[in-house]
Every structure is written in structure tokens, then in C-alpha cells.
């Protein structure tokens, strides 16, 4: 008889941290599946990583504001996965965000709203089965609202509140959540962004830091530990100093 | 931004693109034939001078970095252009399988590789990487993707291995592997003390399946020429130790060291050369005859050092490569050697190969004979014994790797590459002289 292989399901298969964790979780034997809203972008990334980690990786349509198709879209998939990971996320345009509410209101949907209730869903099913692992990839935007990300920052505060609400109750069920806050990555979504090199992450780096916490220590992560300082000081300034802060 | 190829000379300005799947590339593609643009692709920048350097746009195919399909049964790779050797290796190694043909470094594309045709210590023996492509994609000034292979559109595949990007971008390329038994080498080291007996040995030992001479550059008189000839062949189950049979392949790199910063240009000084070379050889003398060793320090021992273009300090460094037909081989290389010598100037590495016929690629480097390769960092003087090196090379009925090349002039080219006119007249054709251009083409008027 064989053990059959735990099974890793990523929102966001098409982002560069998604496909970096894919890709670390692949390494170690999972089966994985992309949730993605592009089709042929998830098989290009399902074909690459199956030829290259020579395990079964397939690609599925899914979009999470999307939220009619939730249940129907779990059930869908059969087996529940042993572990979800969501890296879904719209920076979008603060400027368009504060005249546009359309605008505002989808970055709000895409990086609060529907990934909490997605995995919300999933908490439950998870709960029920008694294990499990969830991994929310939220934002040290969150930490705090700044002038030039408020929107986002906003939305991404809601879901880390979210996970740490979700960690608490499923704590007694066997089912581990984790945060991970990467500050900086340098990806797609930054391209064109000019970032400080020593407080920019690798999409690899936030992958390692996953999979070292996927079955123990700490909970709520940053990816280089830097970013926990450079946190505790932003916490700590006071709102007045903070709000004239130009970015 | 400002680019430059591998030997950090020129630096030039370029807008830069980096599309994100080979879709999004070709609808770039078609998006610049509407503007009346035009760019080159670009691969790990490994090119030595400007060949991958878009004389208005570069258009870089970092994020082409998928593999898209391999059959185990056949060894058949079909993958994204942006894809690089050392993943190809890291990936197939383990399963037996080992790139056919592999350039000094493992670092290049697979776009890059097909747009150079690069060769490697096995030319004389299988060709370059051309005859082990089975097709490529091409995205011409139509923006619209082929295929081309010996069976469908030859004429642009032909055209495109060893074209410098000029037919187009490519997207990706389906390669032939080669079946390997182990993941390690068995390196033979034949000692030469001047010209004629490397010659000598590298006819003697043509079979050998990959066959590389180091030569001393700085050595002058009766030892012009001496040299170390690296023979290889992949090790079979036989070769390799009893302890290595369990996992024969079980070699992983250890971590490599990084040059952290560009060296002052006094540090490579004609005297700390010769002192290089010198030891270097009496190491090679002293050295047991048979090795074996792992694939990555015989294949890539640059490799292991990041960043190791460095050593030529700020202003960079030029690399020449020719190669000339077998019948003048003796006389060119003597040629070469003595006014190399006689400058007082000093090639800190210099690499000969014997190559086999030609790759039927149009814009190909190789050619029946002997390579030689020679580093110099770029000062006005050894520009000026470059041009002189140039010369010999055409009197001999040779001609200059455009992979490596900063600064060749047109009529060295025109002398050199008999399928030149052709190649242009058939770049007017596709309209690629209008949608593709880079430094080197530029310069060359390609």
C-alpha cells in the first residue's frame, strides 16, 4: 500500500510567490494544484513544475471574488487539500482608489473580503477533519495605514486580523494557521517599483519561510527579520509624527 | 538603463523589456512592428560584448523560464527561451540526461545558446548546439510565431542558429539530451611543451569526446605555445569508485565564491600573468595524468567563481575568438602567439579547440580547424593589437565569434562569413533589419 502524497492548494498560482512556494512544497514530494484565472498561464506553470519536480501538479480556474463558486469549487476538487495557501493580492492605484469607489472597493473584495471568507470556508472543512494548514499571505501594509497605500493597507489589516481570529479558533482542531508578512518581494506586482535592495525579499525566500513554519514555530512570520524591527518602530511613532510622513 | 555584455565593455543605453510568458513576448513583438520599433532579445547577458545590447529596446527573456514538456523516452526538452543551462542540468542530471553541447558557462539561456550556436569542448567530435536542435520558435517582424525546424521553415531555422537574434525572438527551443550513466568526468591531461605538440595531440586524441588545451600565452621561443590539453569523457558505472556507484548521481555542488567588486586594473599586470601562467602550468605538469571529477569543475570551473569578470577591473575586458581553417592552422596561431608575445601584452586565458565542420548555420562561428580564444583588458593598445590580430585571421581565411565580439570591423566580418549577403538580403526579406537590431548589428551593419 502506498502513502498517498499530502496535497497543496495555492491561490494565486500565477504570482511569482505563489509558484515559489509551489515549487518549495513540490520539491518535498506534495502534490499540487493551482488555482489560478488564467488558465494557460496556470497550465504553463503546472507543466513547468511537473517536469521539473516530477510530481502531479495540476492547473484550475478559479477567481476568488468570485464567491457564488466557493463551495462549489471545493467540492469540485474532491479530496479537501492538506494545506491552502493564499497569496491572492491587487495593490491596484491609491490615487484612482480614493476618487474611483469601484476601484477601491475591488482591492478591498481582492485582499481582504473574499480570501477571508474562502479560507474561512476552508477553516471549517478543515476543523472538521481535524487537520490541516492554512497560510494567509497578507502585508506589513496592513501594520499600519500610510498616505500612499491606505486602501490596500487597509484591506490587508483586515485579513491579518482575520487569520489571527481564524488561528484561534481552529487551534483545538489540529489545524495550524500561519500570517506571513514579506515587507518587500521583489515581484511582477513591484516591478518598476524602486525598492531598497537590503529589505527586498526573493520570492524563494518567502517560499523557505513558509516551509519552515508549515509544521511548527511561529505563526506569524516576516520573511527577512529586518521587516519585525522596522515594524515595531513604525508601530511605535506616534499618529502625528506618522501622518506627515510623505510615503 | 545602461547594459553591457559579459566583458563590461561598451556600456550602453537601452530602454529594456521584460515580458512575462512567451504570449505576452509576441504580442510585444507585434506591438513594435505597429510602432515602427525595433529591439533584440536578450538572454543571461553572457555575450561577451554588445550582441545582446538593443540599439533602442532590449527585450530580455528572463521571465520565458518554463519548461514546457520533456519525454524521458527520448530525451526530447521543449522549453521557454529564458530557460538556463544549469537548470537543464540541475533538473535532467539526476535522471540521466546531460545537454549535448555546453558552452565555458552554465549560466547562458537556451535562447541564447540557439542565437550564438555556441560550441563546446566536443565540437570536433558532435557540432555545436545547432545539430541537436530540433526546432525553435521564432517571433518575426510580423510579430507572428513559427516554428522552424530541418522540415518546416528551414530557411529561417537556418538562418536563426547562430544569427545573433537578427531573424527574430525566440521563444523556445526543443533540444535532444544526451543519456549520461554517472554525473562525473573522466579528465585525461596531456602535457604539450610548445605548439606543434598540442597540435599534435589534438589529432592524436580526436576521438576523445570533449578535448580543451589551455595554452600559456606568455610562454615565448621554443615553449610558444606550451600547453595543457584537458581530454573528457562522461564516466561510465565502471569508471567511478565503488562508493559512488550506490548514487551515481549524487554530486552536489558546494557554494561558490563571489568577486564582490571590480579589481584595480593594476592587479592583472603582464608580470601577474605570466606568474599565473607559469604556475599553472607547472601545476598541470605535476598532476596525476587521469582524473575524475565532477561535471561542474570540469565543465564550468569559472563557474564556481561569481562575478569573476570583475577581475578586469571598471574598464572591462575584450575577449577574441577566431577560428581558422585547418590547413593554416600552424602558421595563424604561430602568427597569433608571437605578436601577442611580442606586444608585450598578456592574455590571462587562452583556450584552443580543435572544431569539426561546420554547423550549416548561416551566421555560424565554427568552421573546420582550430579556435583560439584570448583575454585582454580593453586599453587603446590592445584594441590596436586586436585590429592586427584581425587581419592575420583574415589573411589565414578565418574569422571572429560575434558572441564574443565588442569591435570587429565590417570588412573583417564581410572577409570572414561567406553567407553574410545572403543573411542580410534575407533580413530585408522578413523586414528583421527593421523590427531587430542591437549594437553589434548596428555597428556591423548586419
Keep these: 500500500m502506498t502513502i498517498p502524497l499530502p496535497t497543496l492548494l495555492v491561490l ?14 513540490a520539491q518535498q514530494g506534495w502534490t499540487i494544484i493551482l488555482a489560478v484565472r488564467d488558465l494557460a498561464s496556470g497550465r504553463r506553470n503546472s507543466a513547468d513544475l511537473e517536469i521539473r519536480r516530477q510530481v502531479p501538479v495540476r492547473a484550475v480556474a478559479f477567481d476568488i471574488i468570485d464567491r457564488e463558486r466557493h463551495r462549489a ?7 479537501l487539500p492538506d494545506a491552502v495557501v493564499c497569496v491572492v493580492g491587487l495593490l491596484g492605484e491609491q490615487v484612482r482608489a480614493q476618487v474611483d469607489a469601484e476601484h477601491a472597493s475591488l482591492i478591498m473584495r481582492t485582499n481582504y473580503e473574499m480570501p477571508a471568507i474562502f479560507l474561512g470556508l476552508v477553516g471549517e472543512r478543515m476543523r472538521a477533519r481535524k487537520s490541516g494548514l492554512i497560510v494567509g499571505v497578507s502585508s506589513v501594509a496592513g501594520e499600519r495605514g500610510r498616505r500612499s497605500n491606505y486602501v490596500y493597507g487597509s484591506a ?35 516591478a518598476g517599483l524602486a525598492l531598497p535592495k537590503p529589505v527586498t525579499a526573493q520570492p524563494e525566500e518567502v517560499a523557505r519561510a513558509v516551509q519552515r513554519v508549515a509544521r511548527g514555530g511561529p505563526t506569524v512570520i516576516y520573511v527577512r527579520p529586518v521587516w519585525r524591527l522596522i515594524m515595531i518602530i513604525i508601530r511605535l511613532l506616534p499618529e502625528p509624527i506618522f501622518s506627515r510622513m510623505k510615503s | 538603463m545602461i547594459l553591457s555584455g559579459w566583458g563590461n565593455y561598451p556600456r550602453l543605453n537601452t530602454r529594456f523589456s521584460t515580458p512575462d510568458s512567451p504570449a505576452a513576448a509576441t504580442a510585444f ?21 554588445d550582441a545582446a545590447i538593443g540599439s533602442d529596446l532590449t527585450t530580455s527573456s528572463f521571465r520565458l523560464s518554463r519548461m514546457i514538456d520533456f519525454d524521458e523516452s527520448t530525451g526530447l526538452l521543449n522549453a521557454e527561451a529564458g530557460v538556463r543551462l544549469h537548470q ?25 545558446m540557439a542565437a550564438a550556436n555556441v560550441h563546446g569542448k566536443n565540437h570536433h567530435k558532435h557540432g555545436g548546439i545547432a545539430s541537436f536542435i530540433d526546432s525553435l520558435t521564432l517571433v518575426g517582424a510580423d510579430g507572428q510565431p513559427i516554428v522552424c525546424s530541418r522540415t518546416e521553415n ?40 610548445c605548439l606543434d605538440a598540442v597540435l599534435a595531440a589534438l589529432a592524436t586524441y580526436k ?21 595543457l590539453l584537458f581530454l573528457g569523457e562522461h564516466a561510465t558505472m565502471e569508471d567511478i569508485p565503488q562508493t559512488l556507484r550506490q548514487q551515481p548521481f549524487g554530486w552536489r555542488p558546494g557554494r561558490g565564491r563571489a568577486l564582490p567588486v571590480d579589481l584595480p586594473e593594476i592587479v592583472l599586470n603582464p608580470l601577474t600573468i605570466k606568474a599565473f601562467n607559469a604556475m599553472y602550468f607547472a601545476k598541470g605538469v605535476r598532476a596525476p595524468e587521469s582524473a575524475i571529477l ?26 577574441h575568438q577566431f577560428v581558422v581553417p585547418k590547413a593554416a592552422g600552424r602558421d595563424a596561431l604561430g602568427e597569433v602567439l608571437e605578436r601577442v608575445a611580442a606586444r608585450a601584452s598578456a592574455s590571462f586565458l587562452a583556450v584552443l579547440k580543435l572544431m569539426g565542420p561546420d554547423d550549416c548555420g548561416w551566421m555560424s562561428f565554427p568552421l573546420e580547424g582550430y579556435t583560439l580564444a584570448l583575454d585582454f583588458p580593453v586599453s587603446e593598445a590592445n584594441l590596436s593589437l586586436l585590429d592586427e590580430l584581425d587581419a592575420c585571421v583574415v589573411r589565414y581565411g578565418g574569422r571572429l565569434y560575434l558572441a564574443k565580439d565588442a569591435r570587429q570591423s565590417r570588412r573583417t566580418l564581410e572577409a570572414g562569413y561567406p553567407a553574410l549577403d545572403a543573411f542580410r538580403s534575407l533580413r530585408r526579406d522578413l523586414g528583421a533589419d527593421r523590427a531587430f537590431s542591437s549594437a553589434l548589428s548596428s555597428r556591423l551593419e548586419l
Design chain 1, 156 to 190: 490587508k489589516a483586515g485579513f491579518t486580523a482575520f487569520l489571527s481570529g481564524l488561528r484561534a479558533a481552529l487551534r483545538d482542531d489540529g489545524v495550524r494557521v500561519v500570517t506571513v508578512k514579506p515587507g518587500f518581494v521583489a515581484t511582477q506586482m513591484t
Design chain 2, 154 to 193: 528551414q530557411v529561417q531555422f537556418w538562418a536563426t542558429l547562430g544569427g545573433m537574434g537578427l531573424t527574430g525572438l525566440i521563444t523556445s527551443v526543443r533540444l535532444q539530451l544526451r543519456r549520461v550513466q554517472t554525473d562525473h568526468v573522466v579528465q585525461r591531461t596531456i602535457v604539450a611543451p
Design chain 2, 88 to 112: 537543464i542540468i540541475d533538473t535532467f542530471l539526476p535522471r540521466g540526461f546531460f545537454p549535448p553541447v555546453v558552452p565555458g558557462t552554465s549560466f547562458v539561456t537556451l535562447g541564447g
Design chain 2, 207 to 227: 576521438d576523445s569526446t570533449y578535448s580543451v588545451a589551455w595554452i600559456d600565452g606568455t610562454a615565448t621561443g621554443a615553449s610558444l605555445g606550451r600547453s
Design chain 1, 12 to 25: 494565486g498560482g500565477t504570482s511569482d510567490i505563489g509558484m515559489a512556494i509551489a515549487d518549495s512544497f
Design chain 1, 73 to 79: 469549487f471545493l467540492d469540485e476538487l474532491g479530496e
Design chain 2, 294 to 319: 565532477p561535471w561542474k569543475p570540469y565543465f564550468f570551473p569559472l563557474d564556481a567563481i561569481d562575478g569573476w569578470n570583475r577581475l578586469y577591473g571598471r574598464r572591462g575586458f575584450l575577449q
Design chain 2, 29 to 49: 513583438v507585434r506591438k513594435l512592428a505597429a510602432d515602427q520599433s525595433c529591439t533584440i532579445g536578450r538572454g543571461a547577458g553572457r555575450a561577451y560584448g
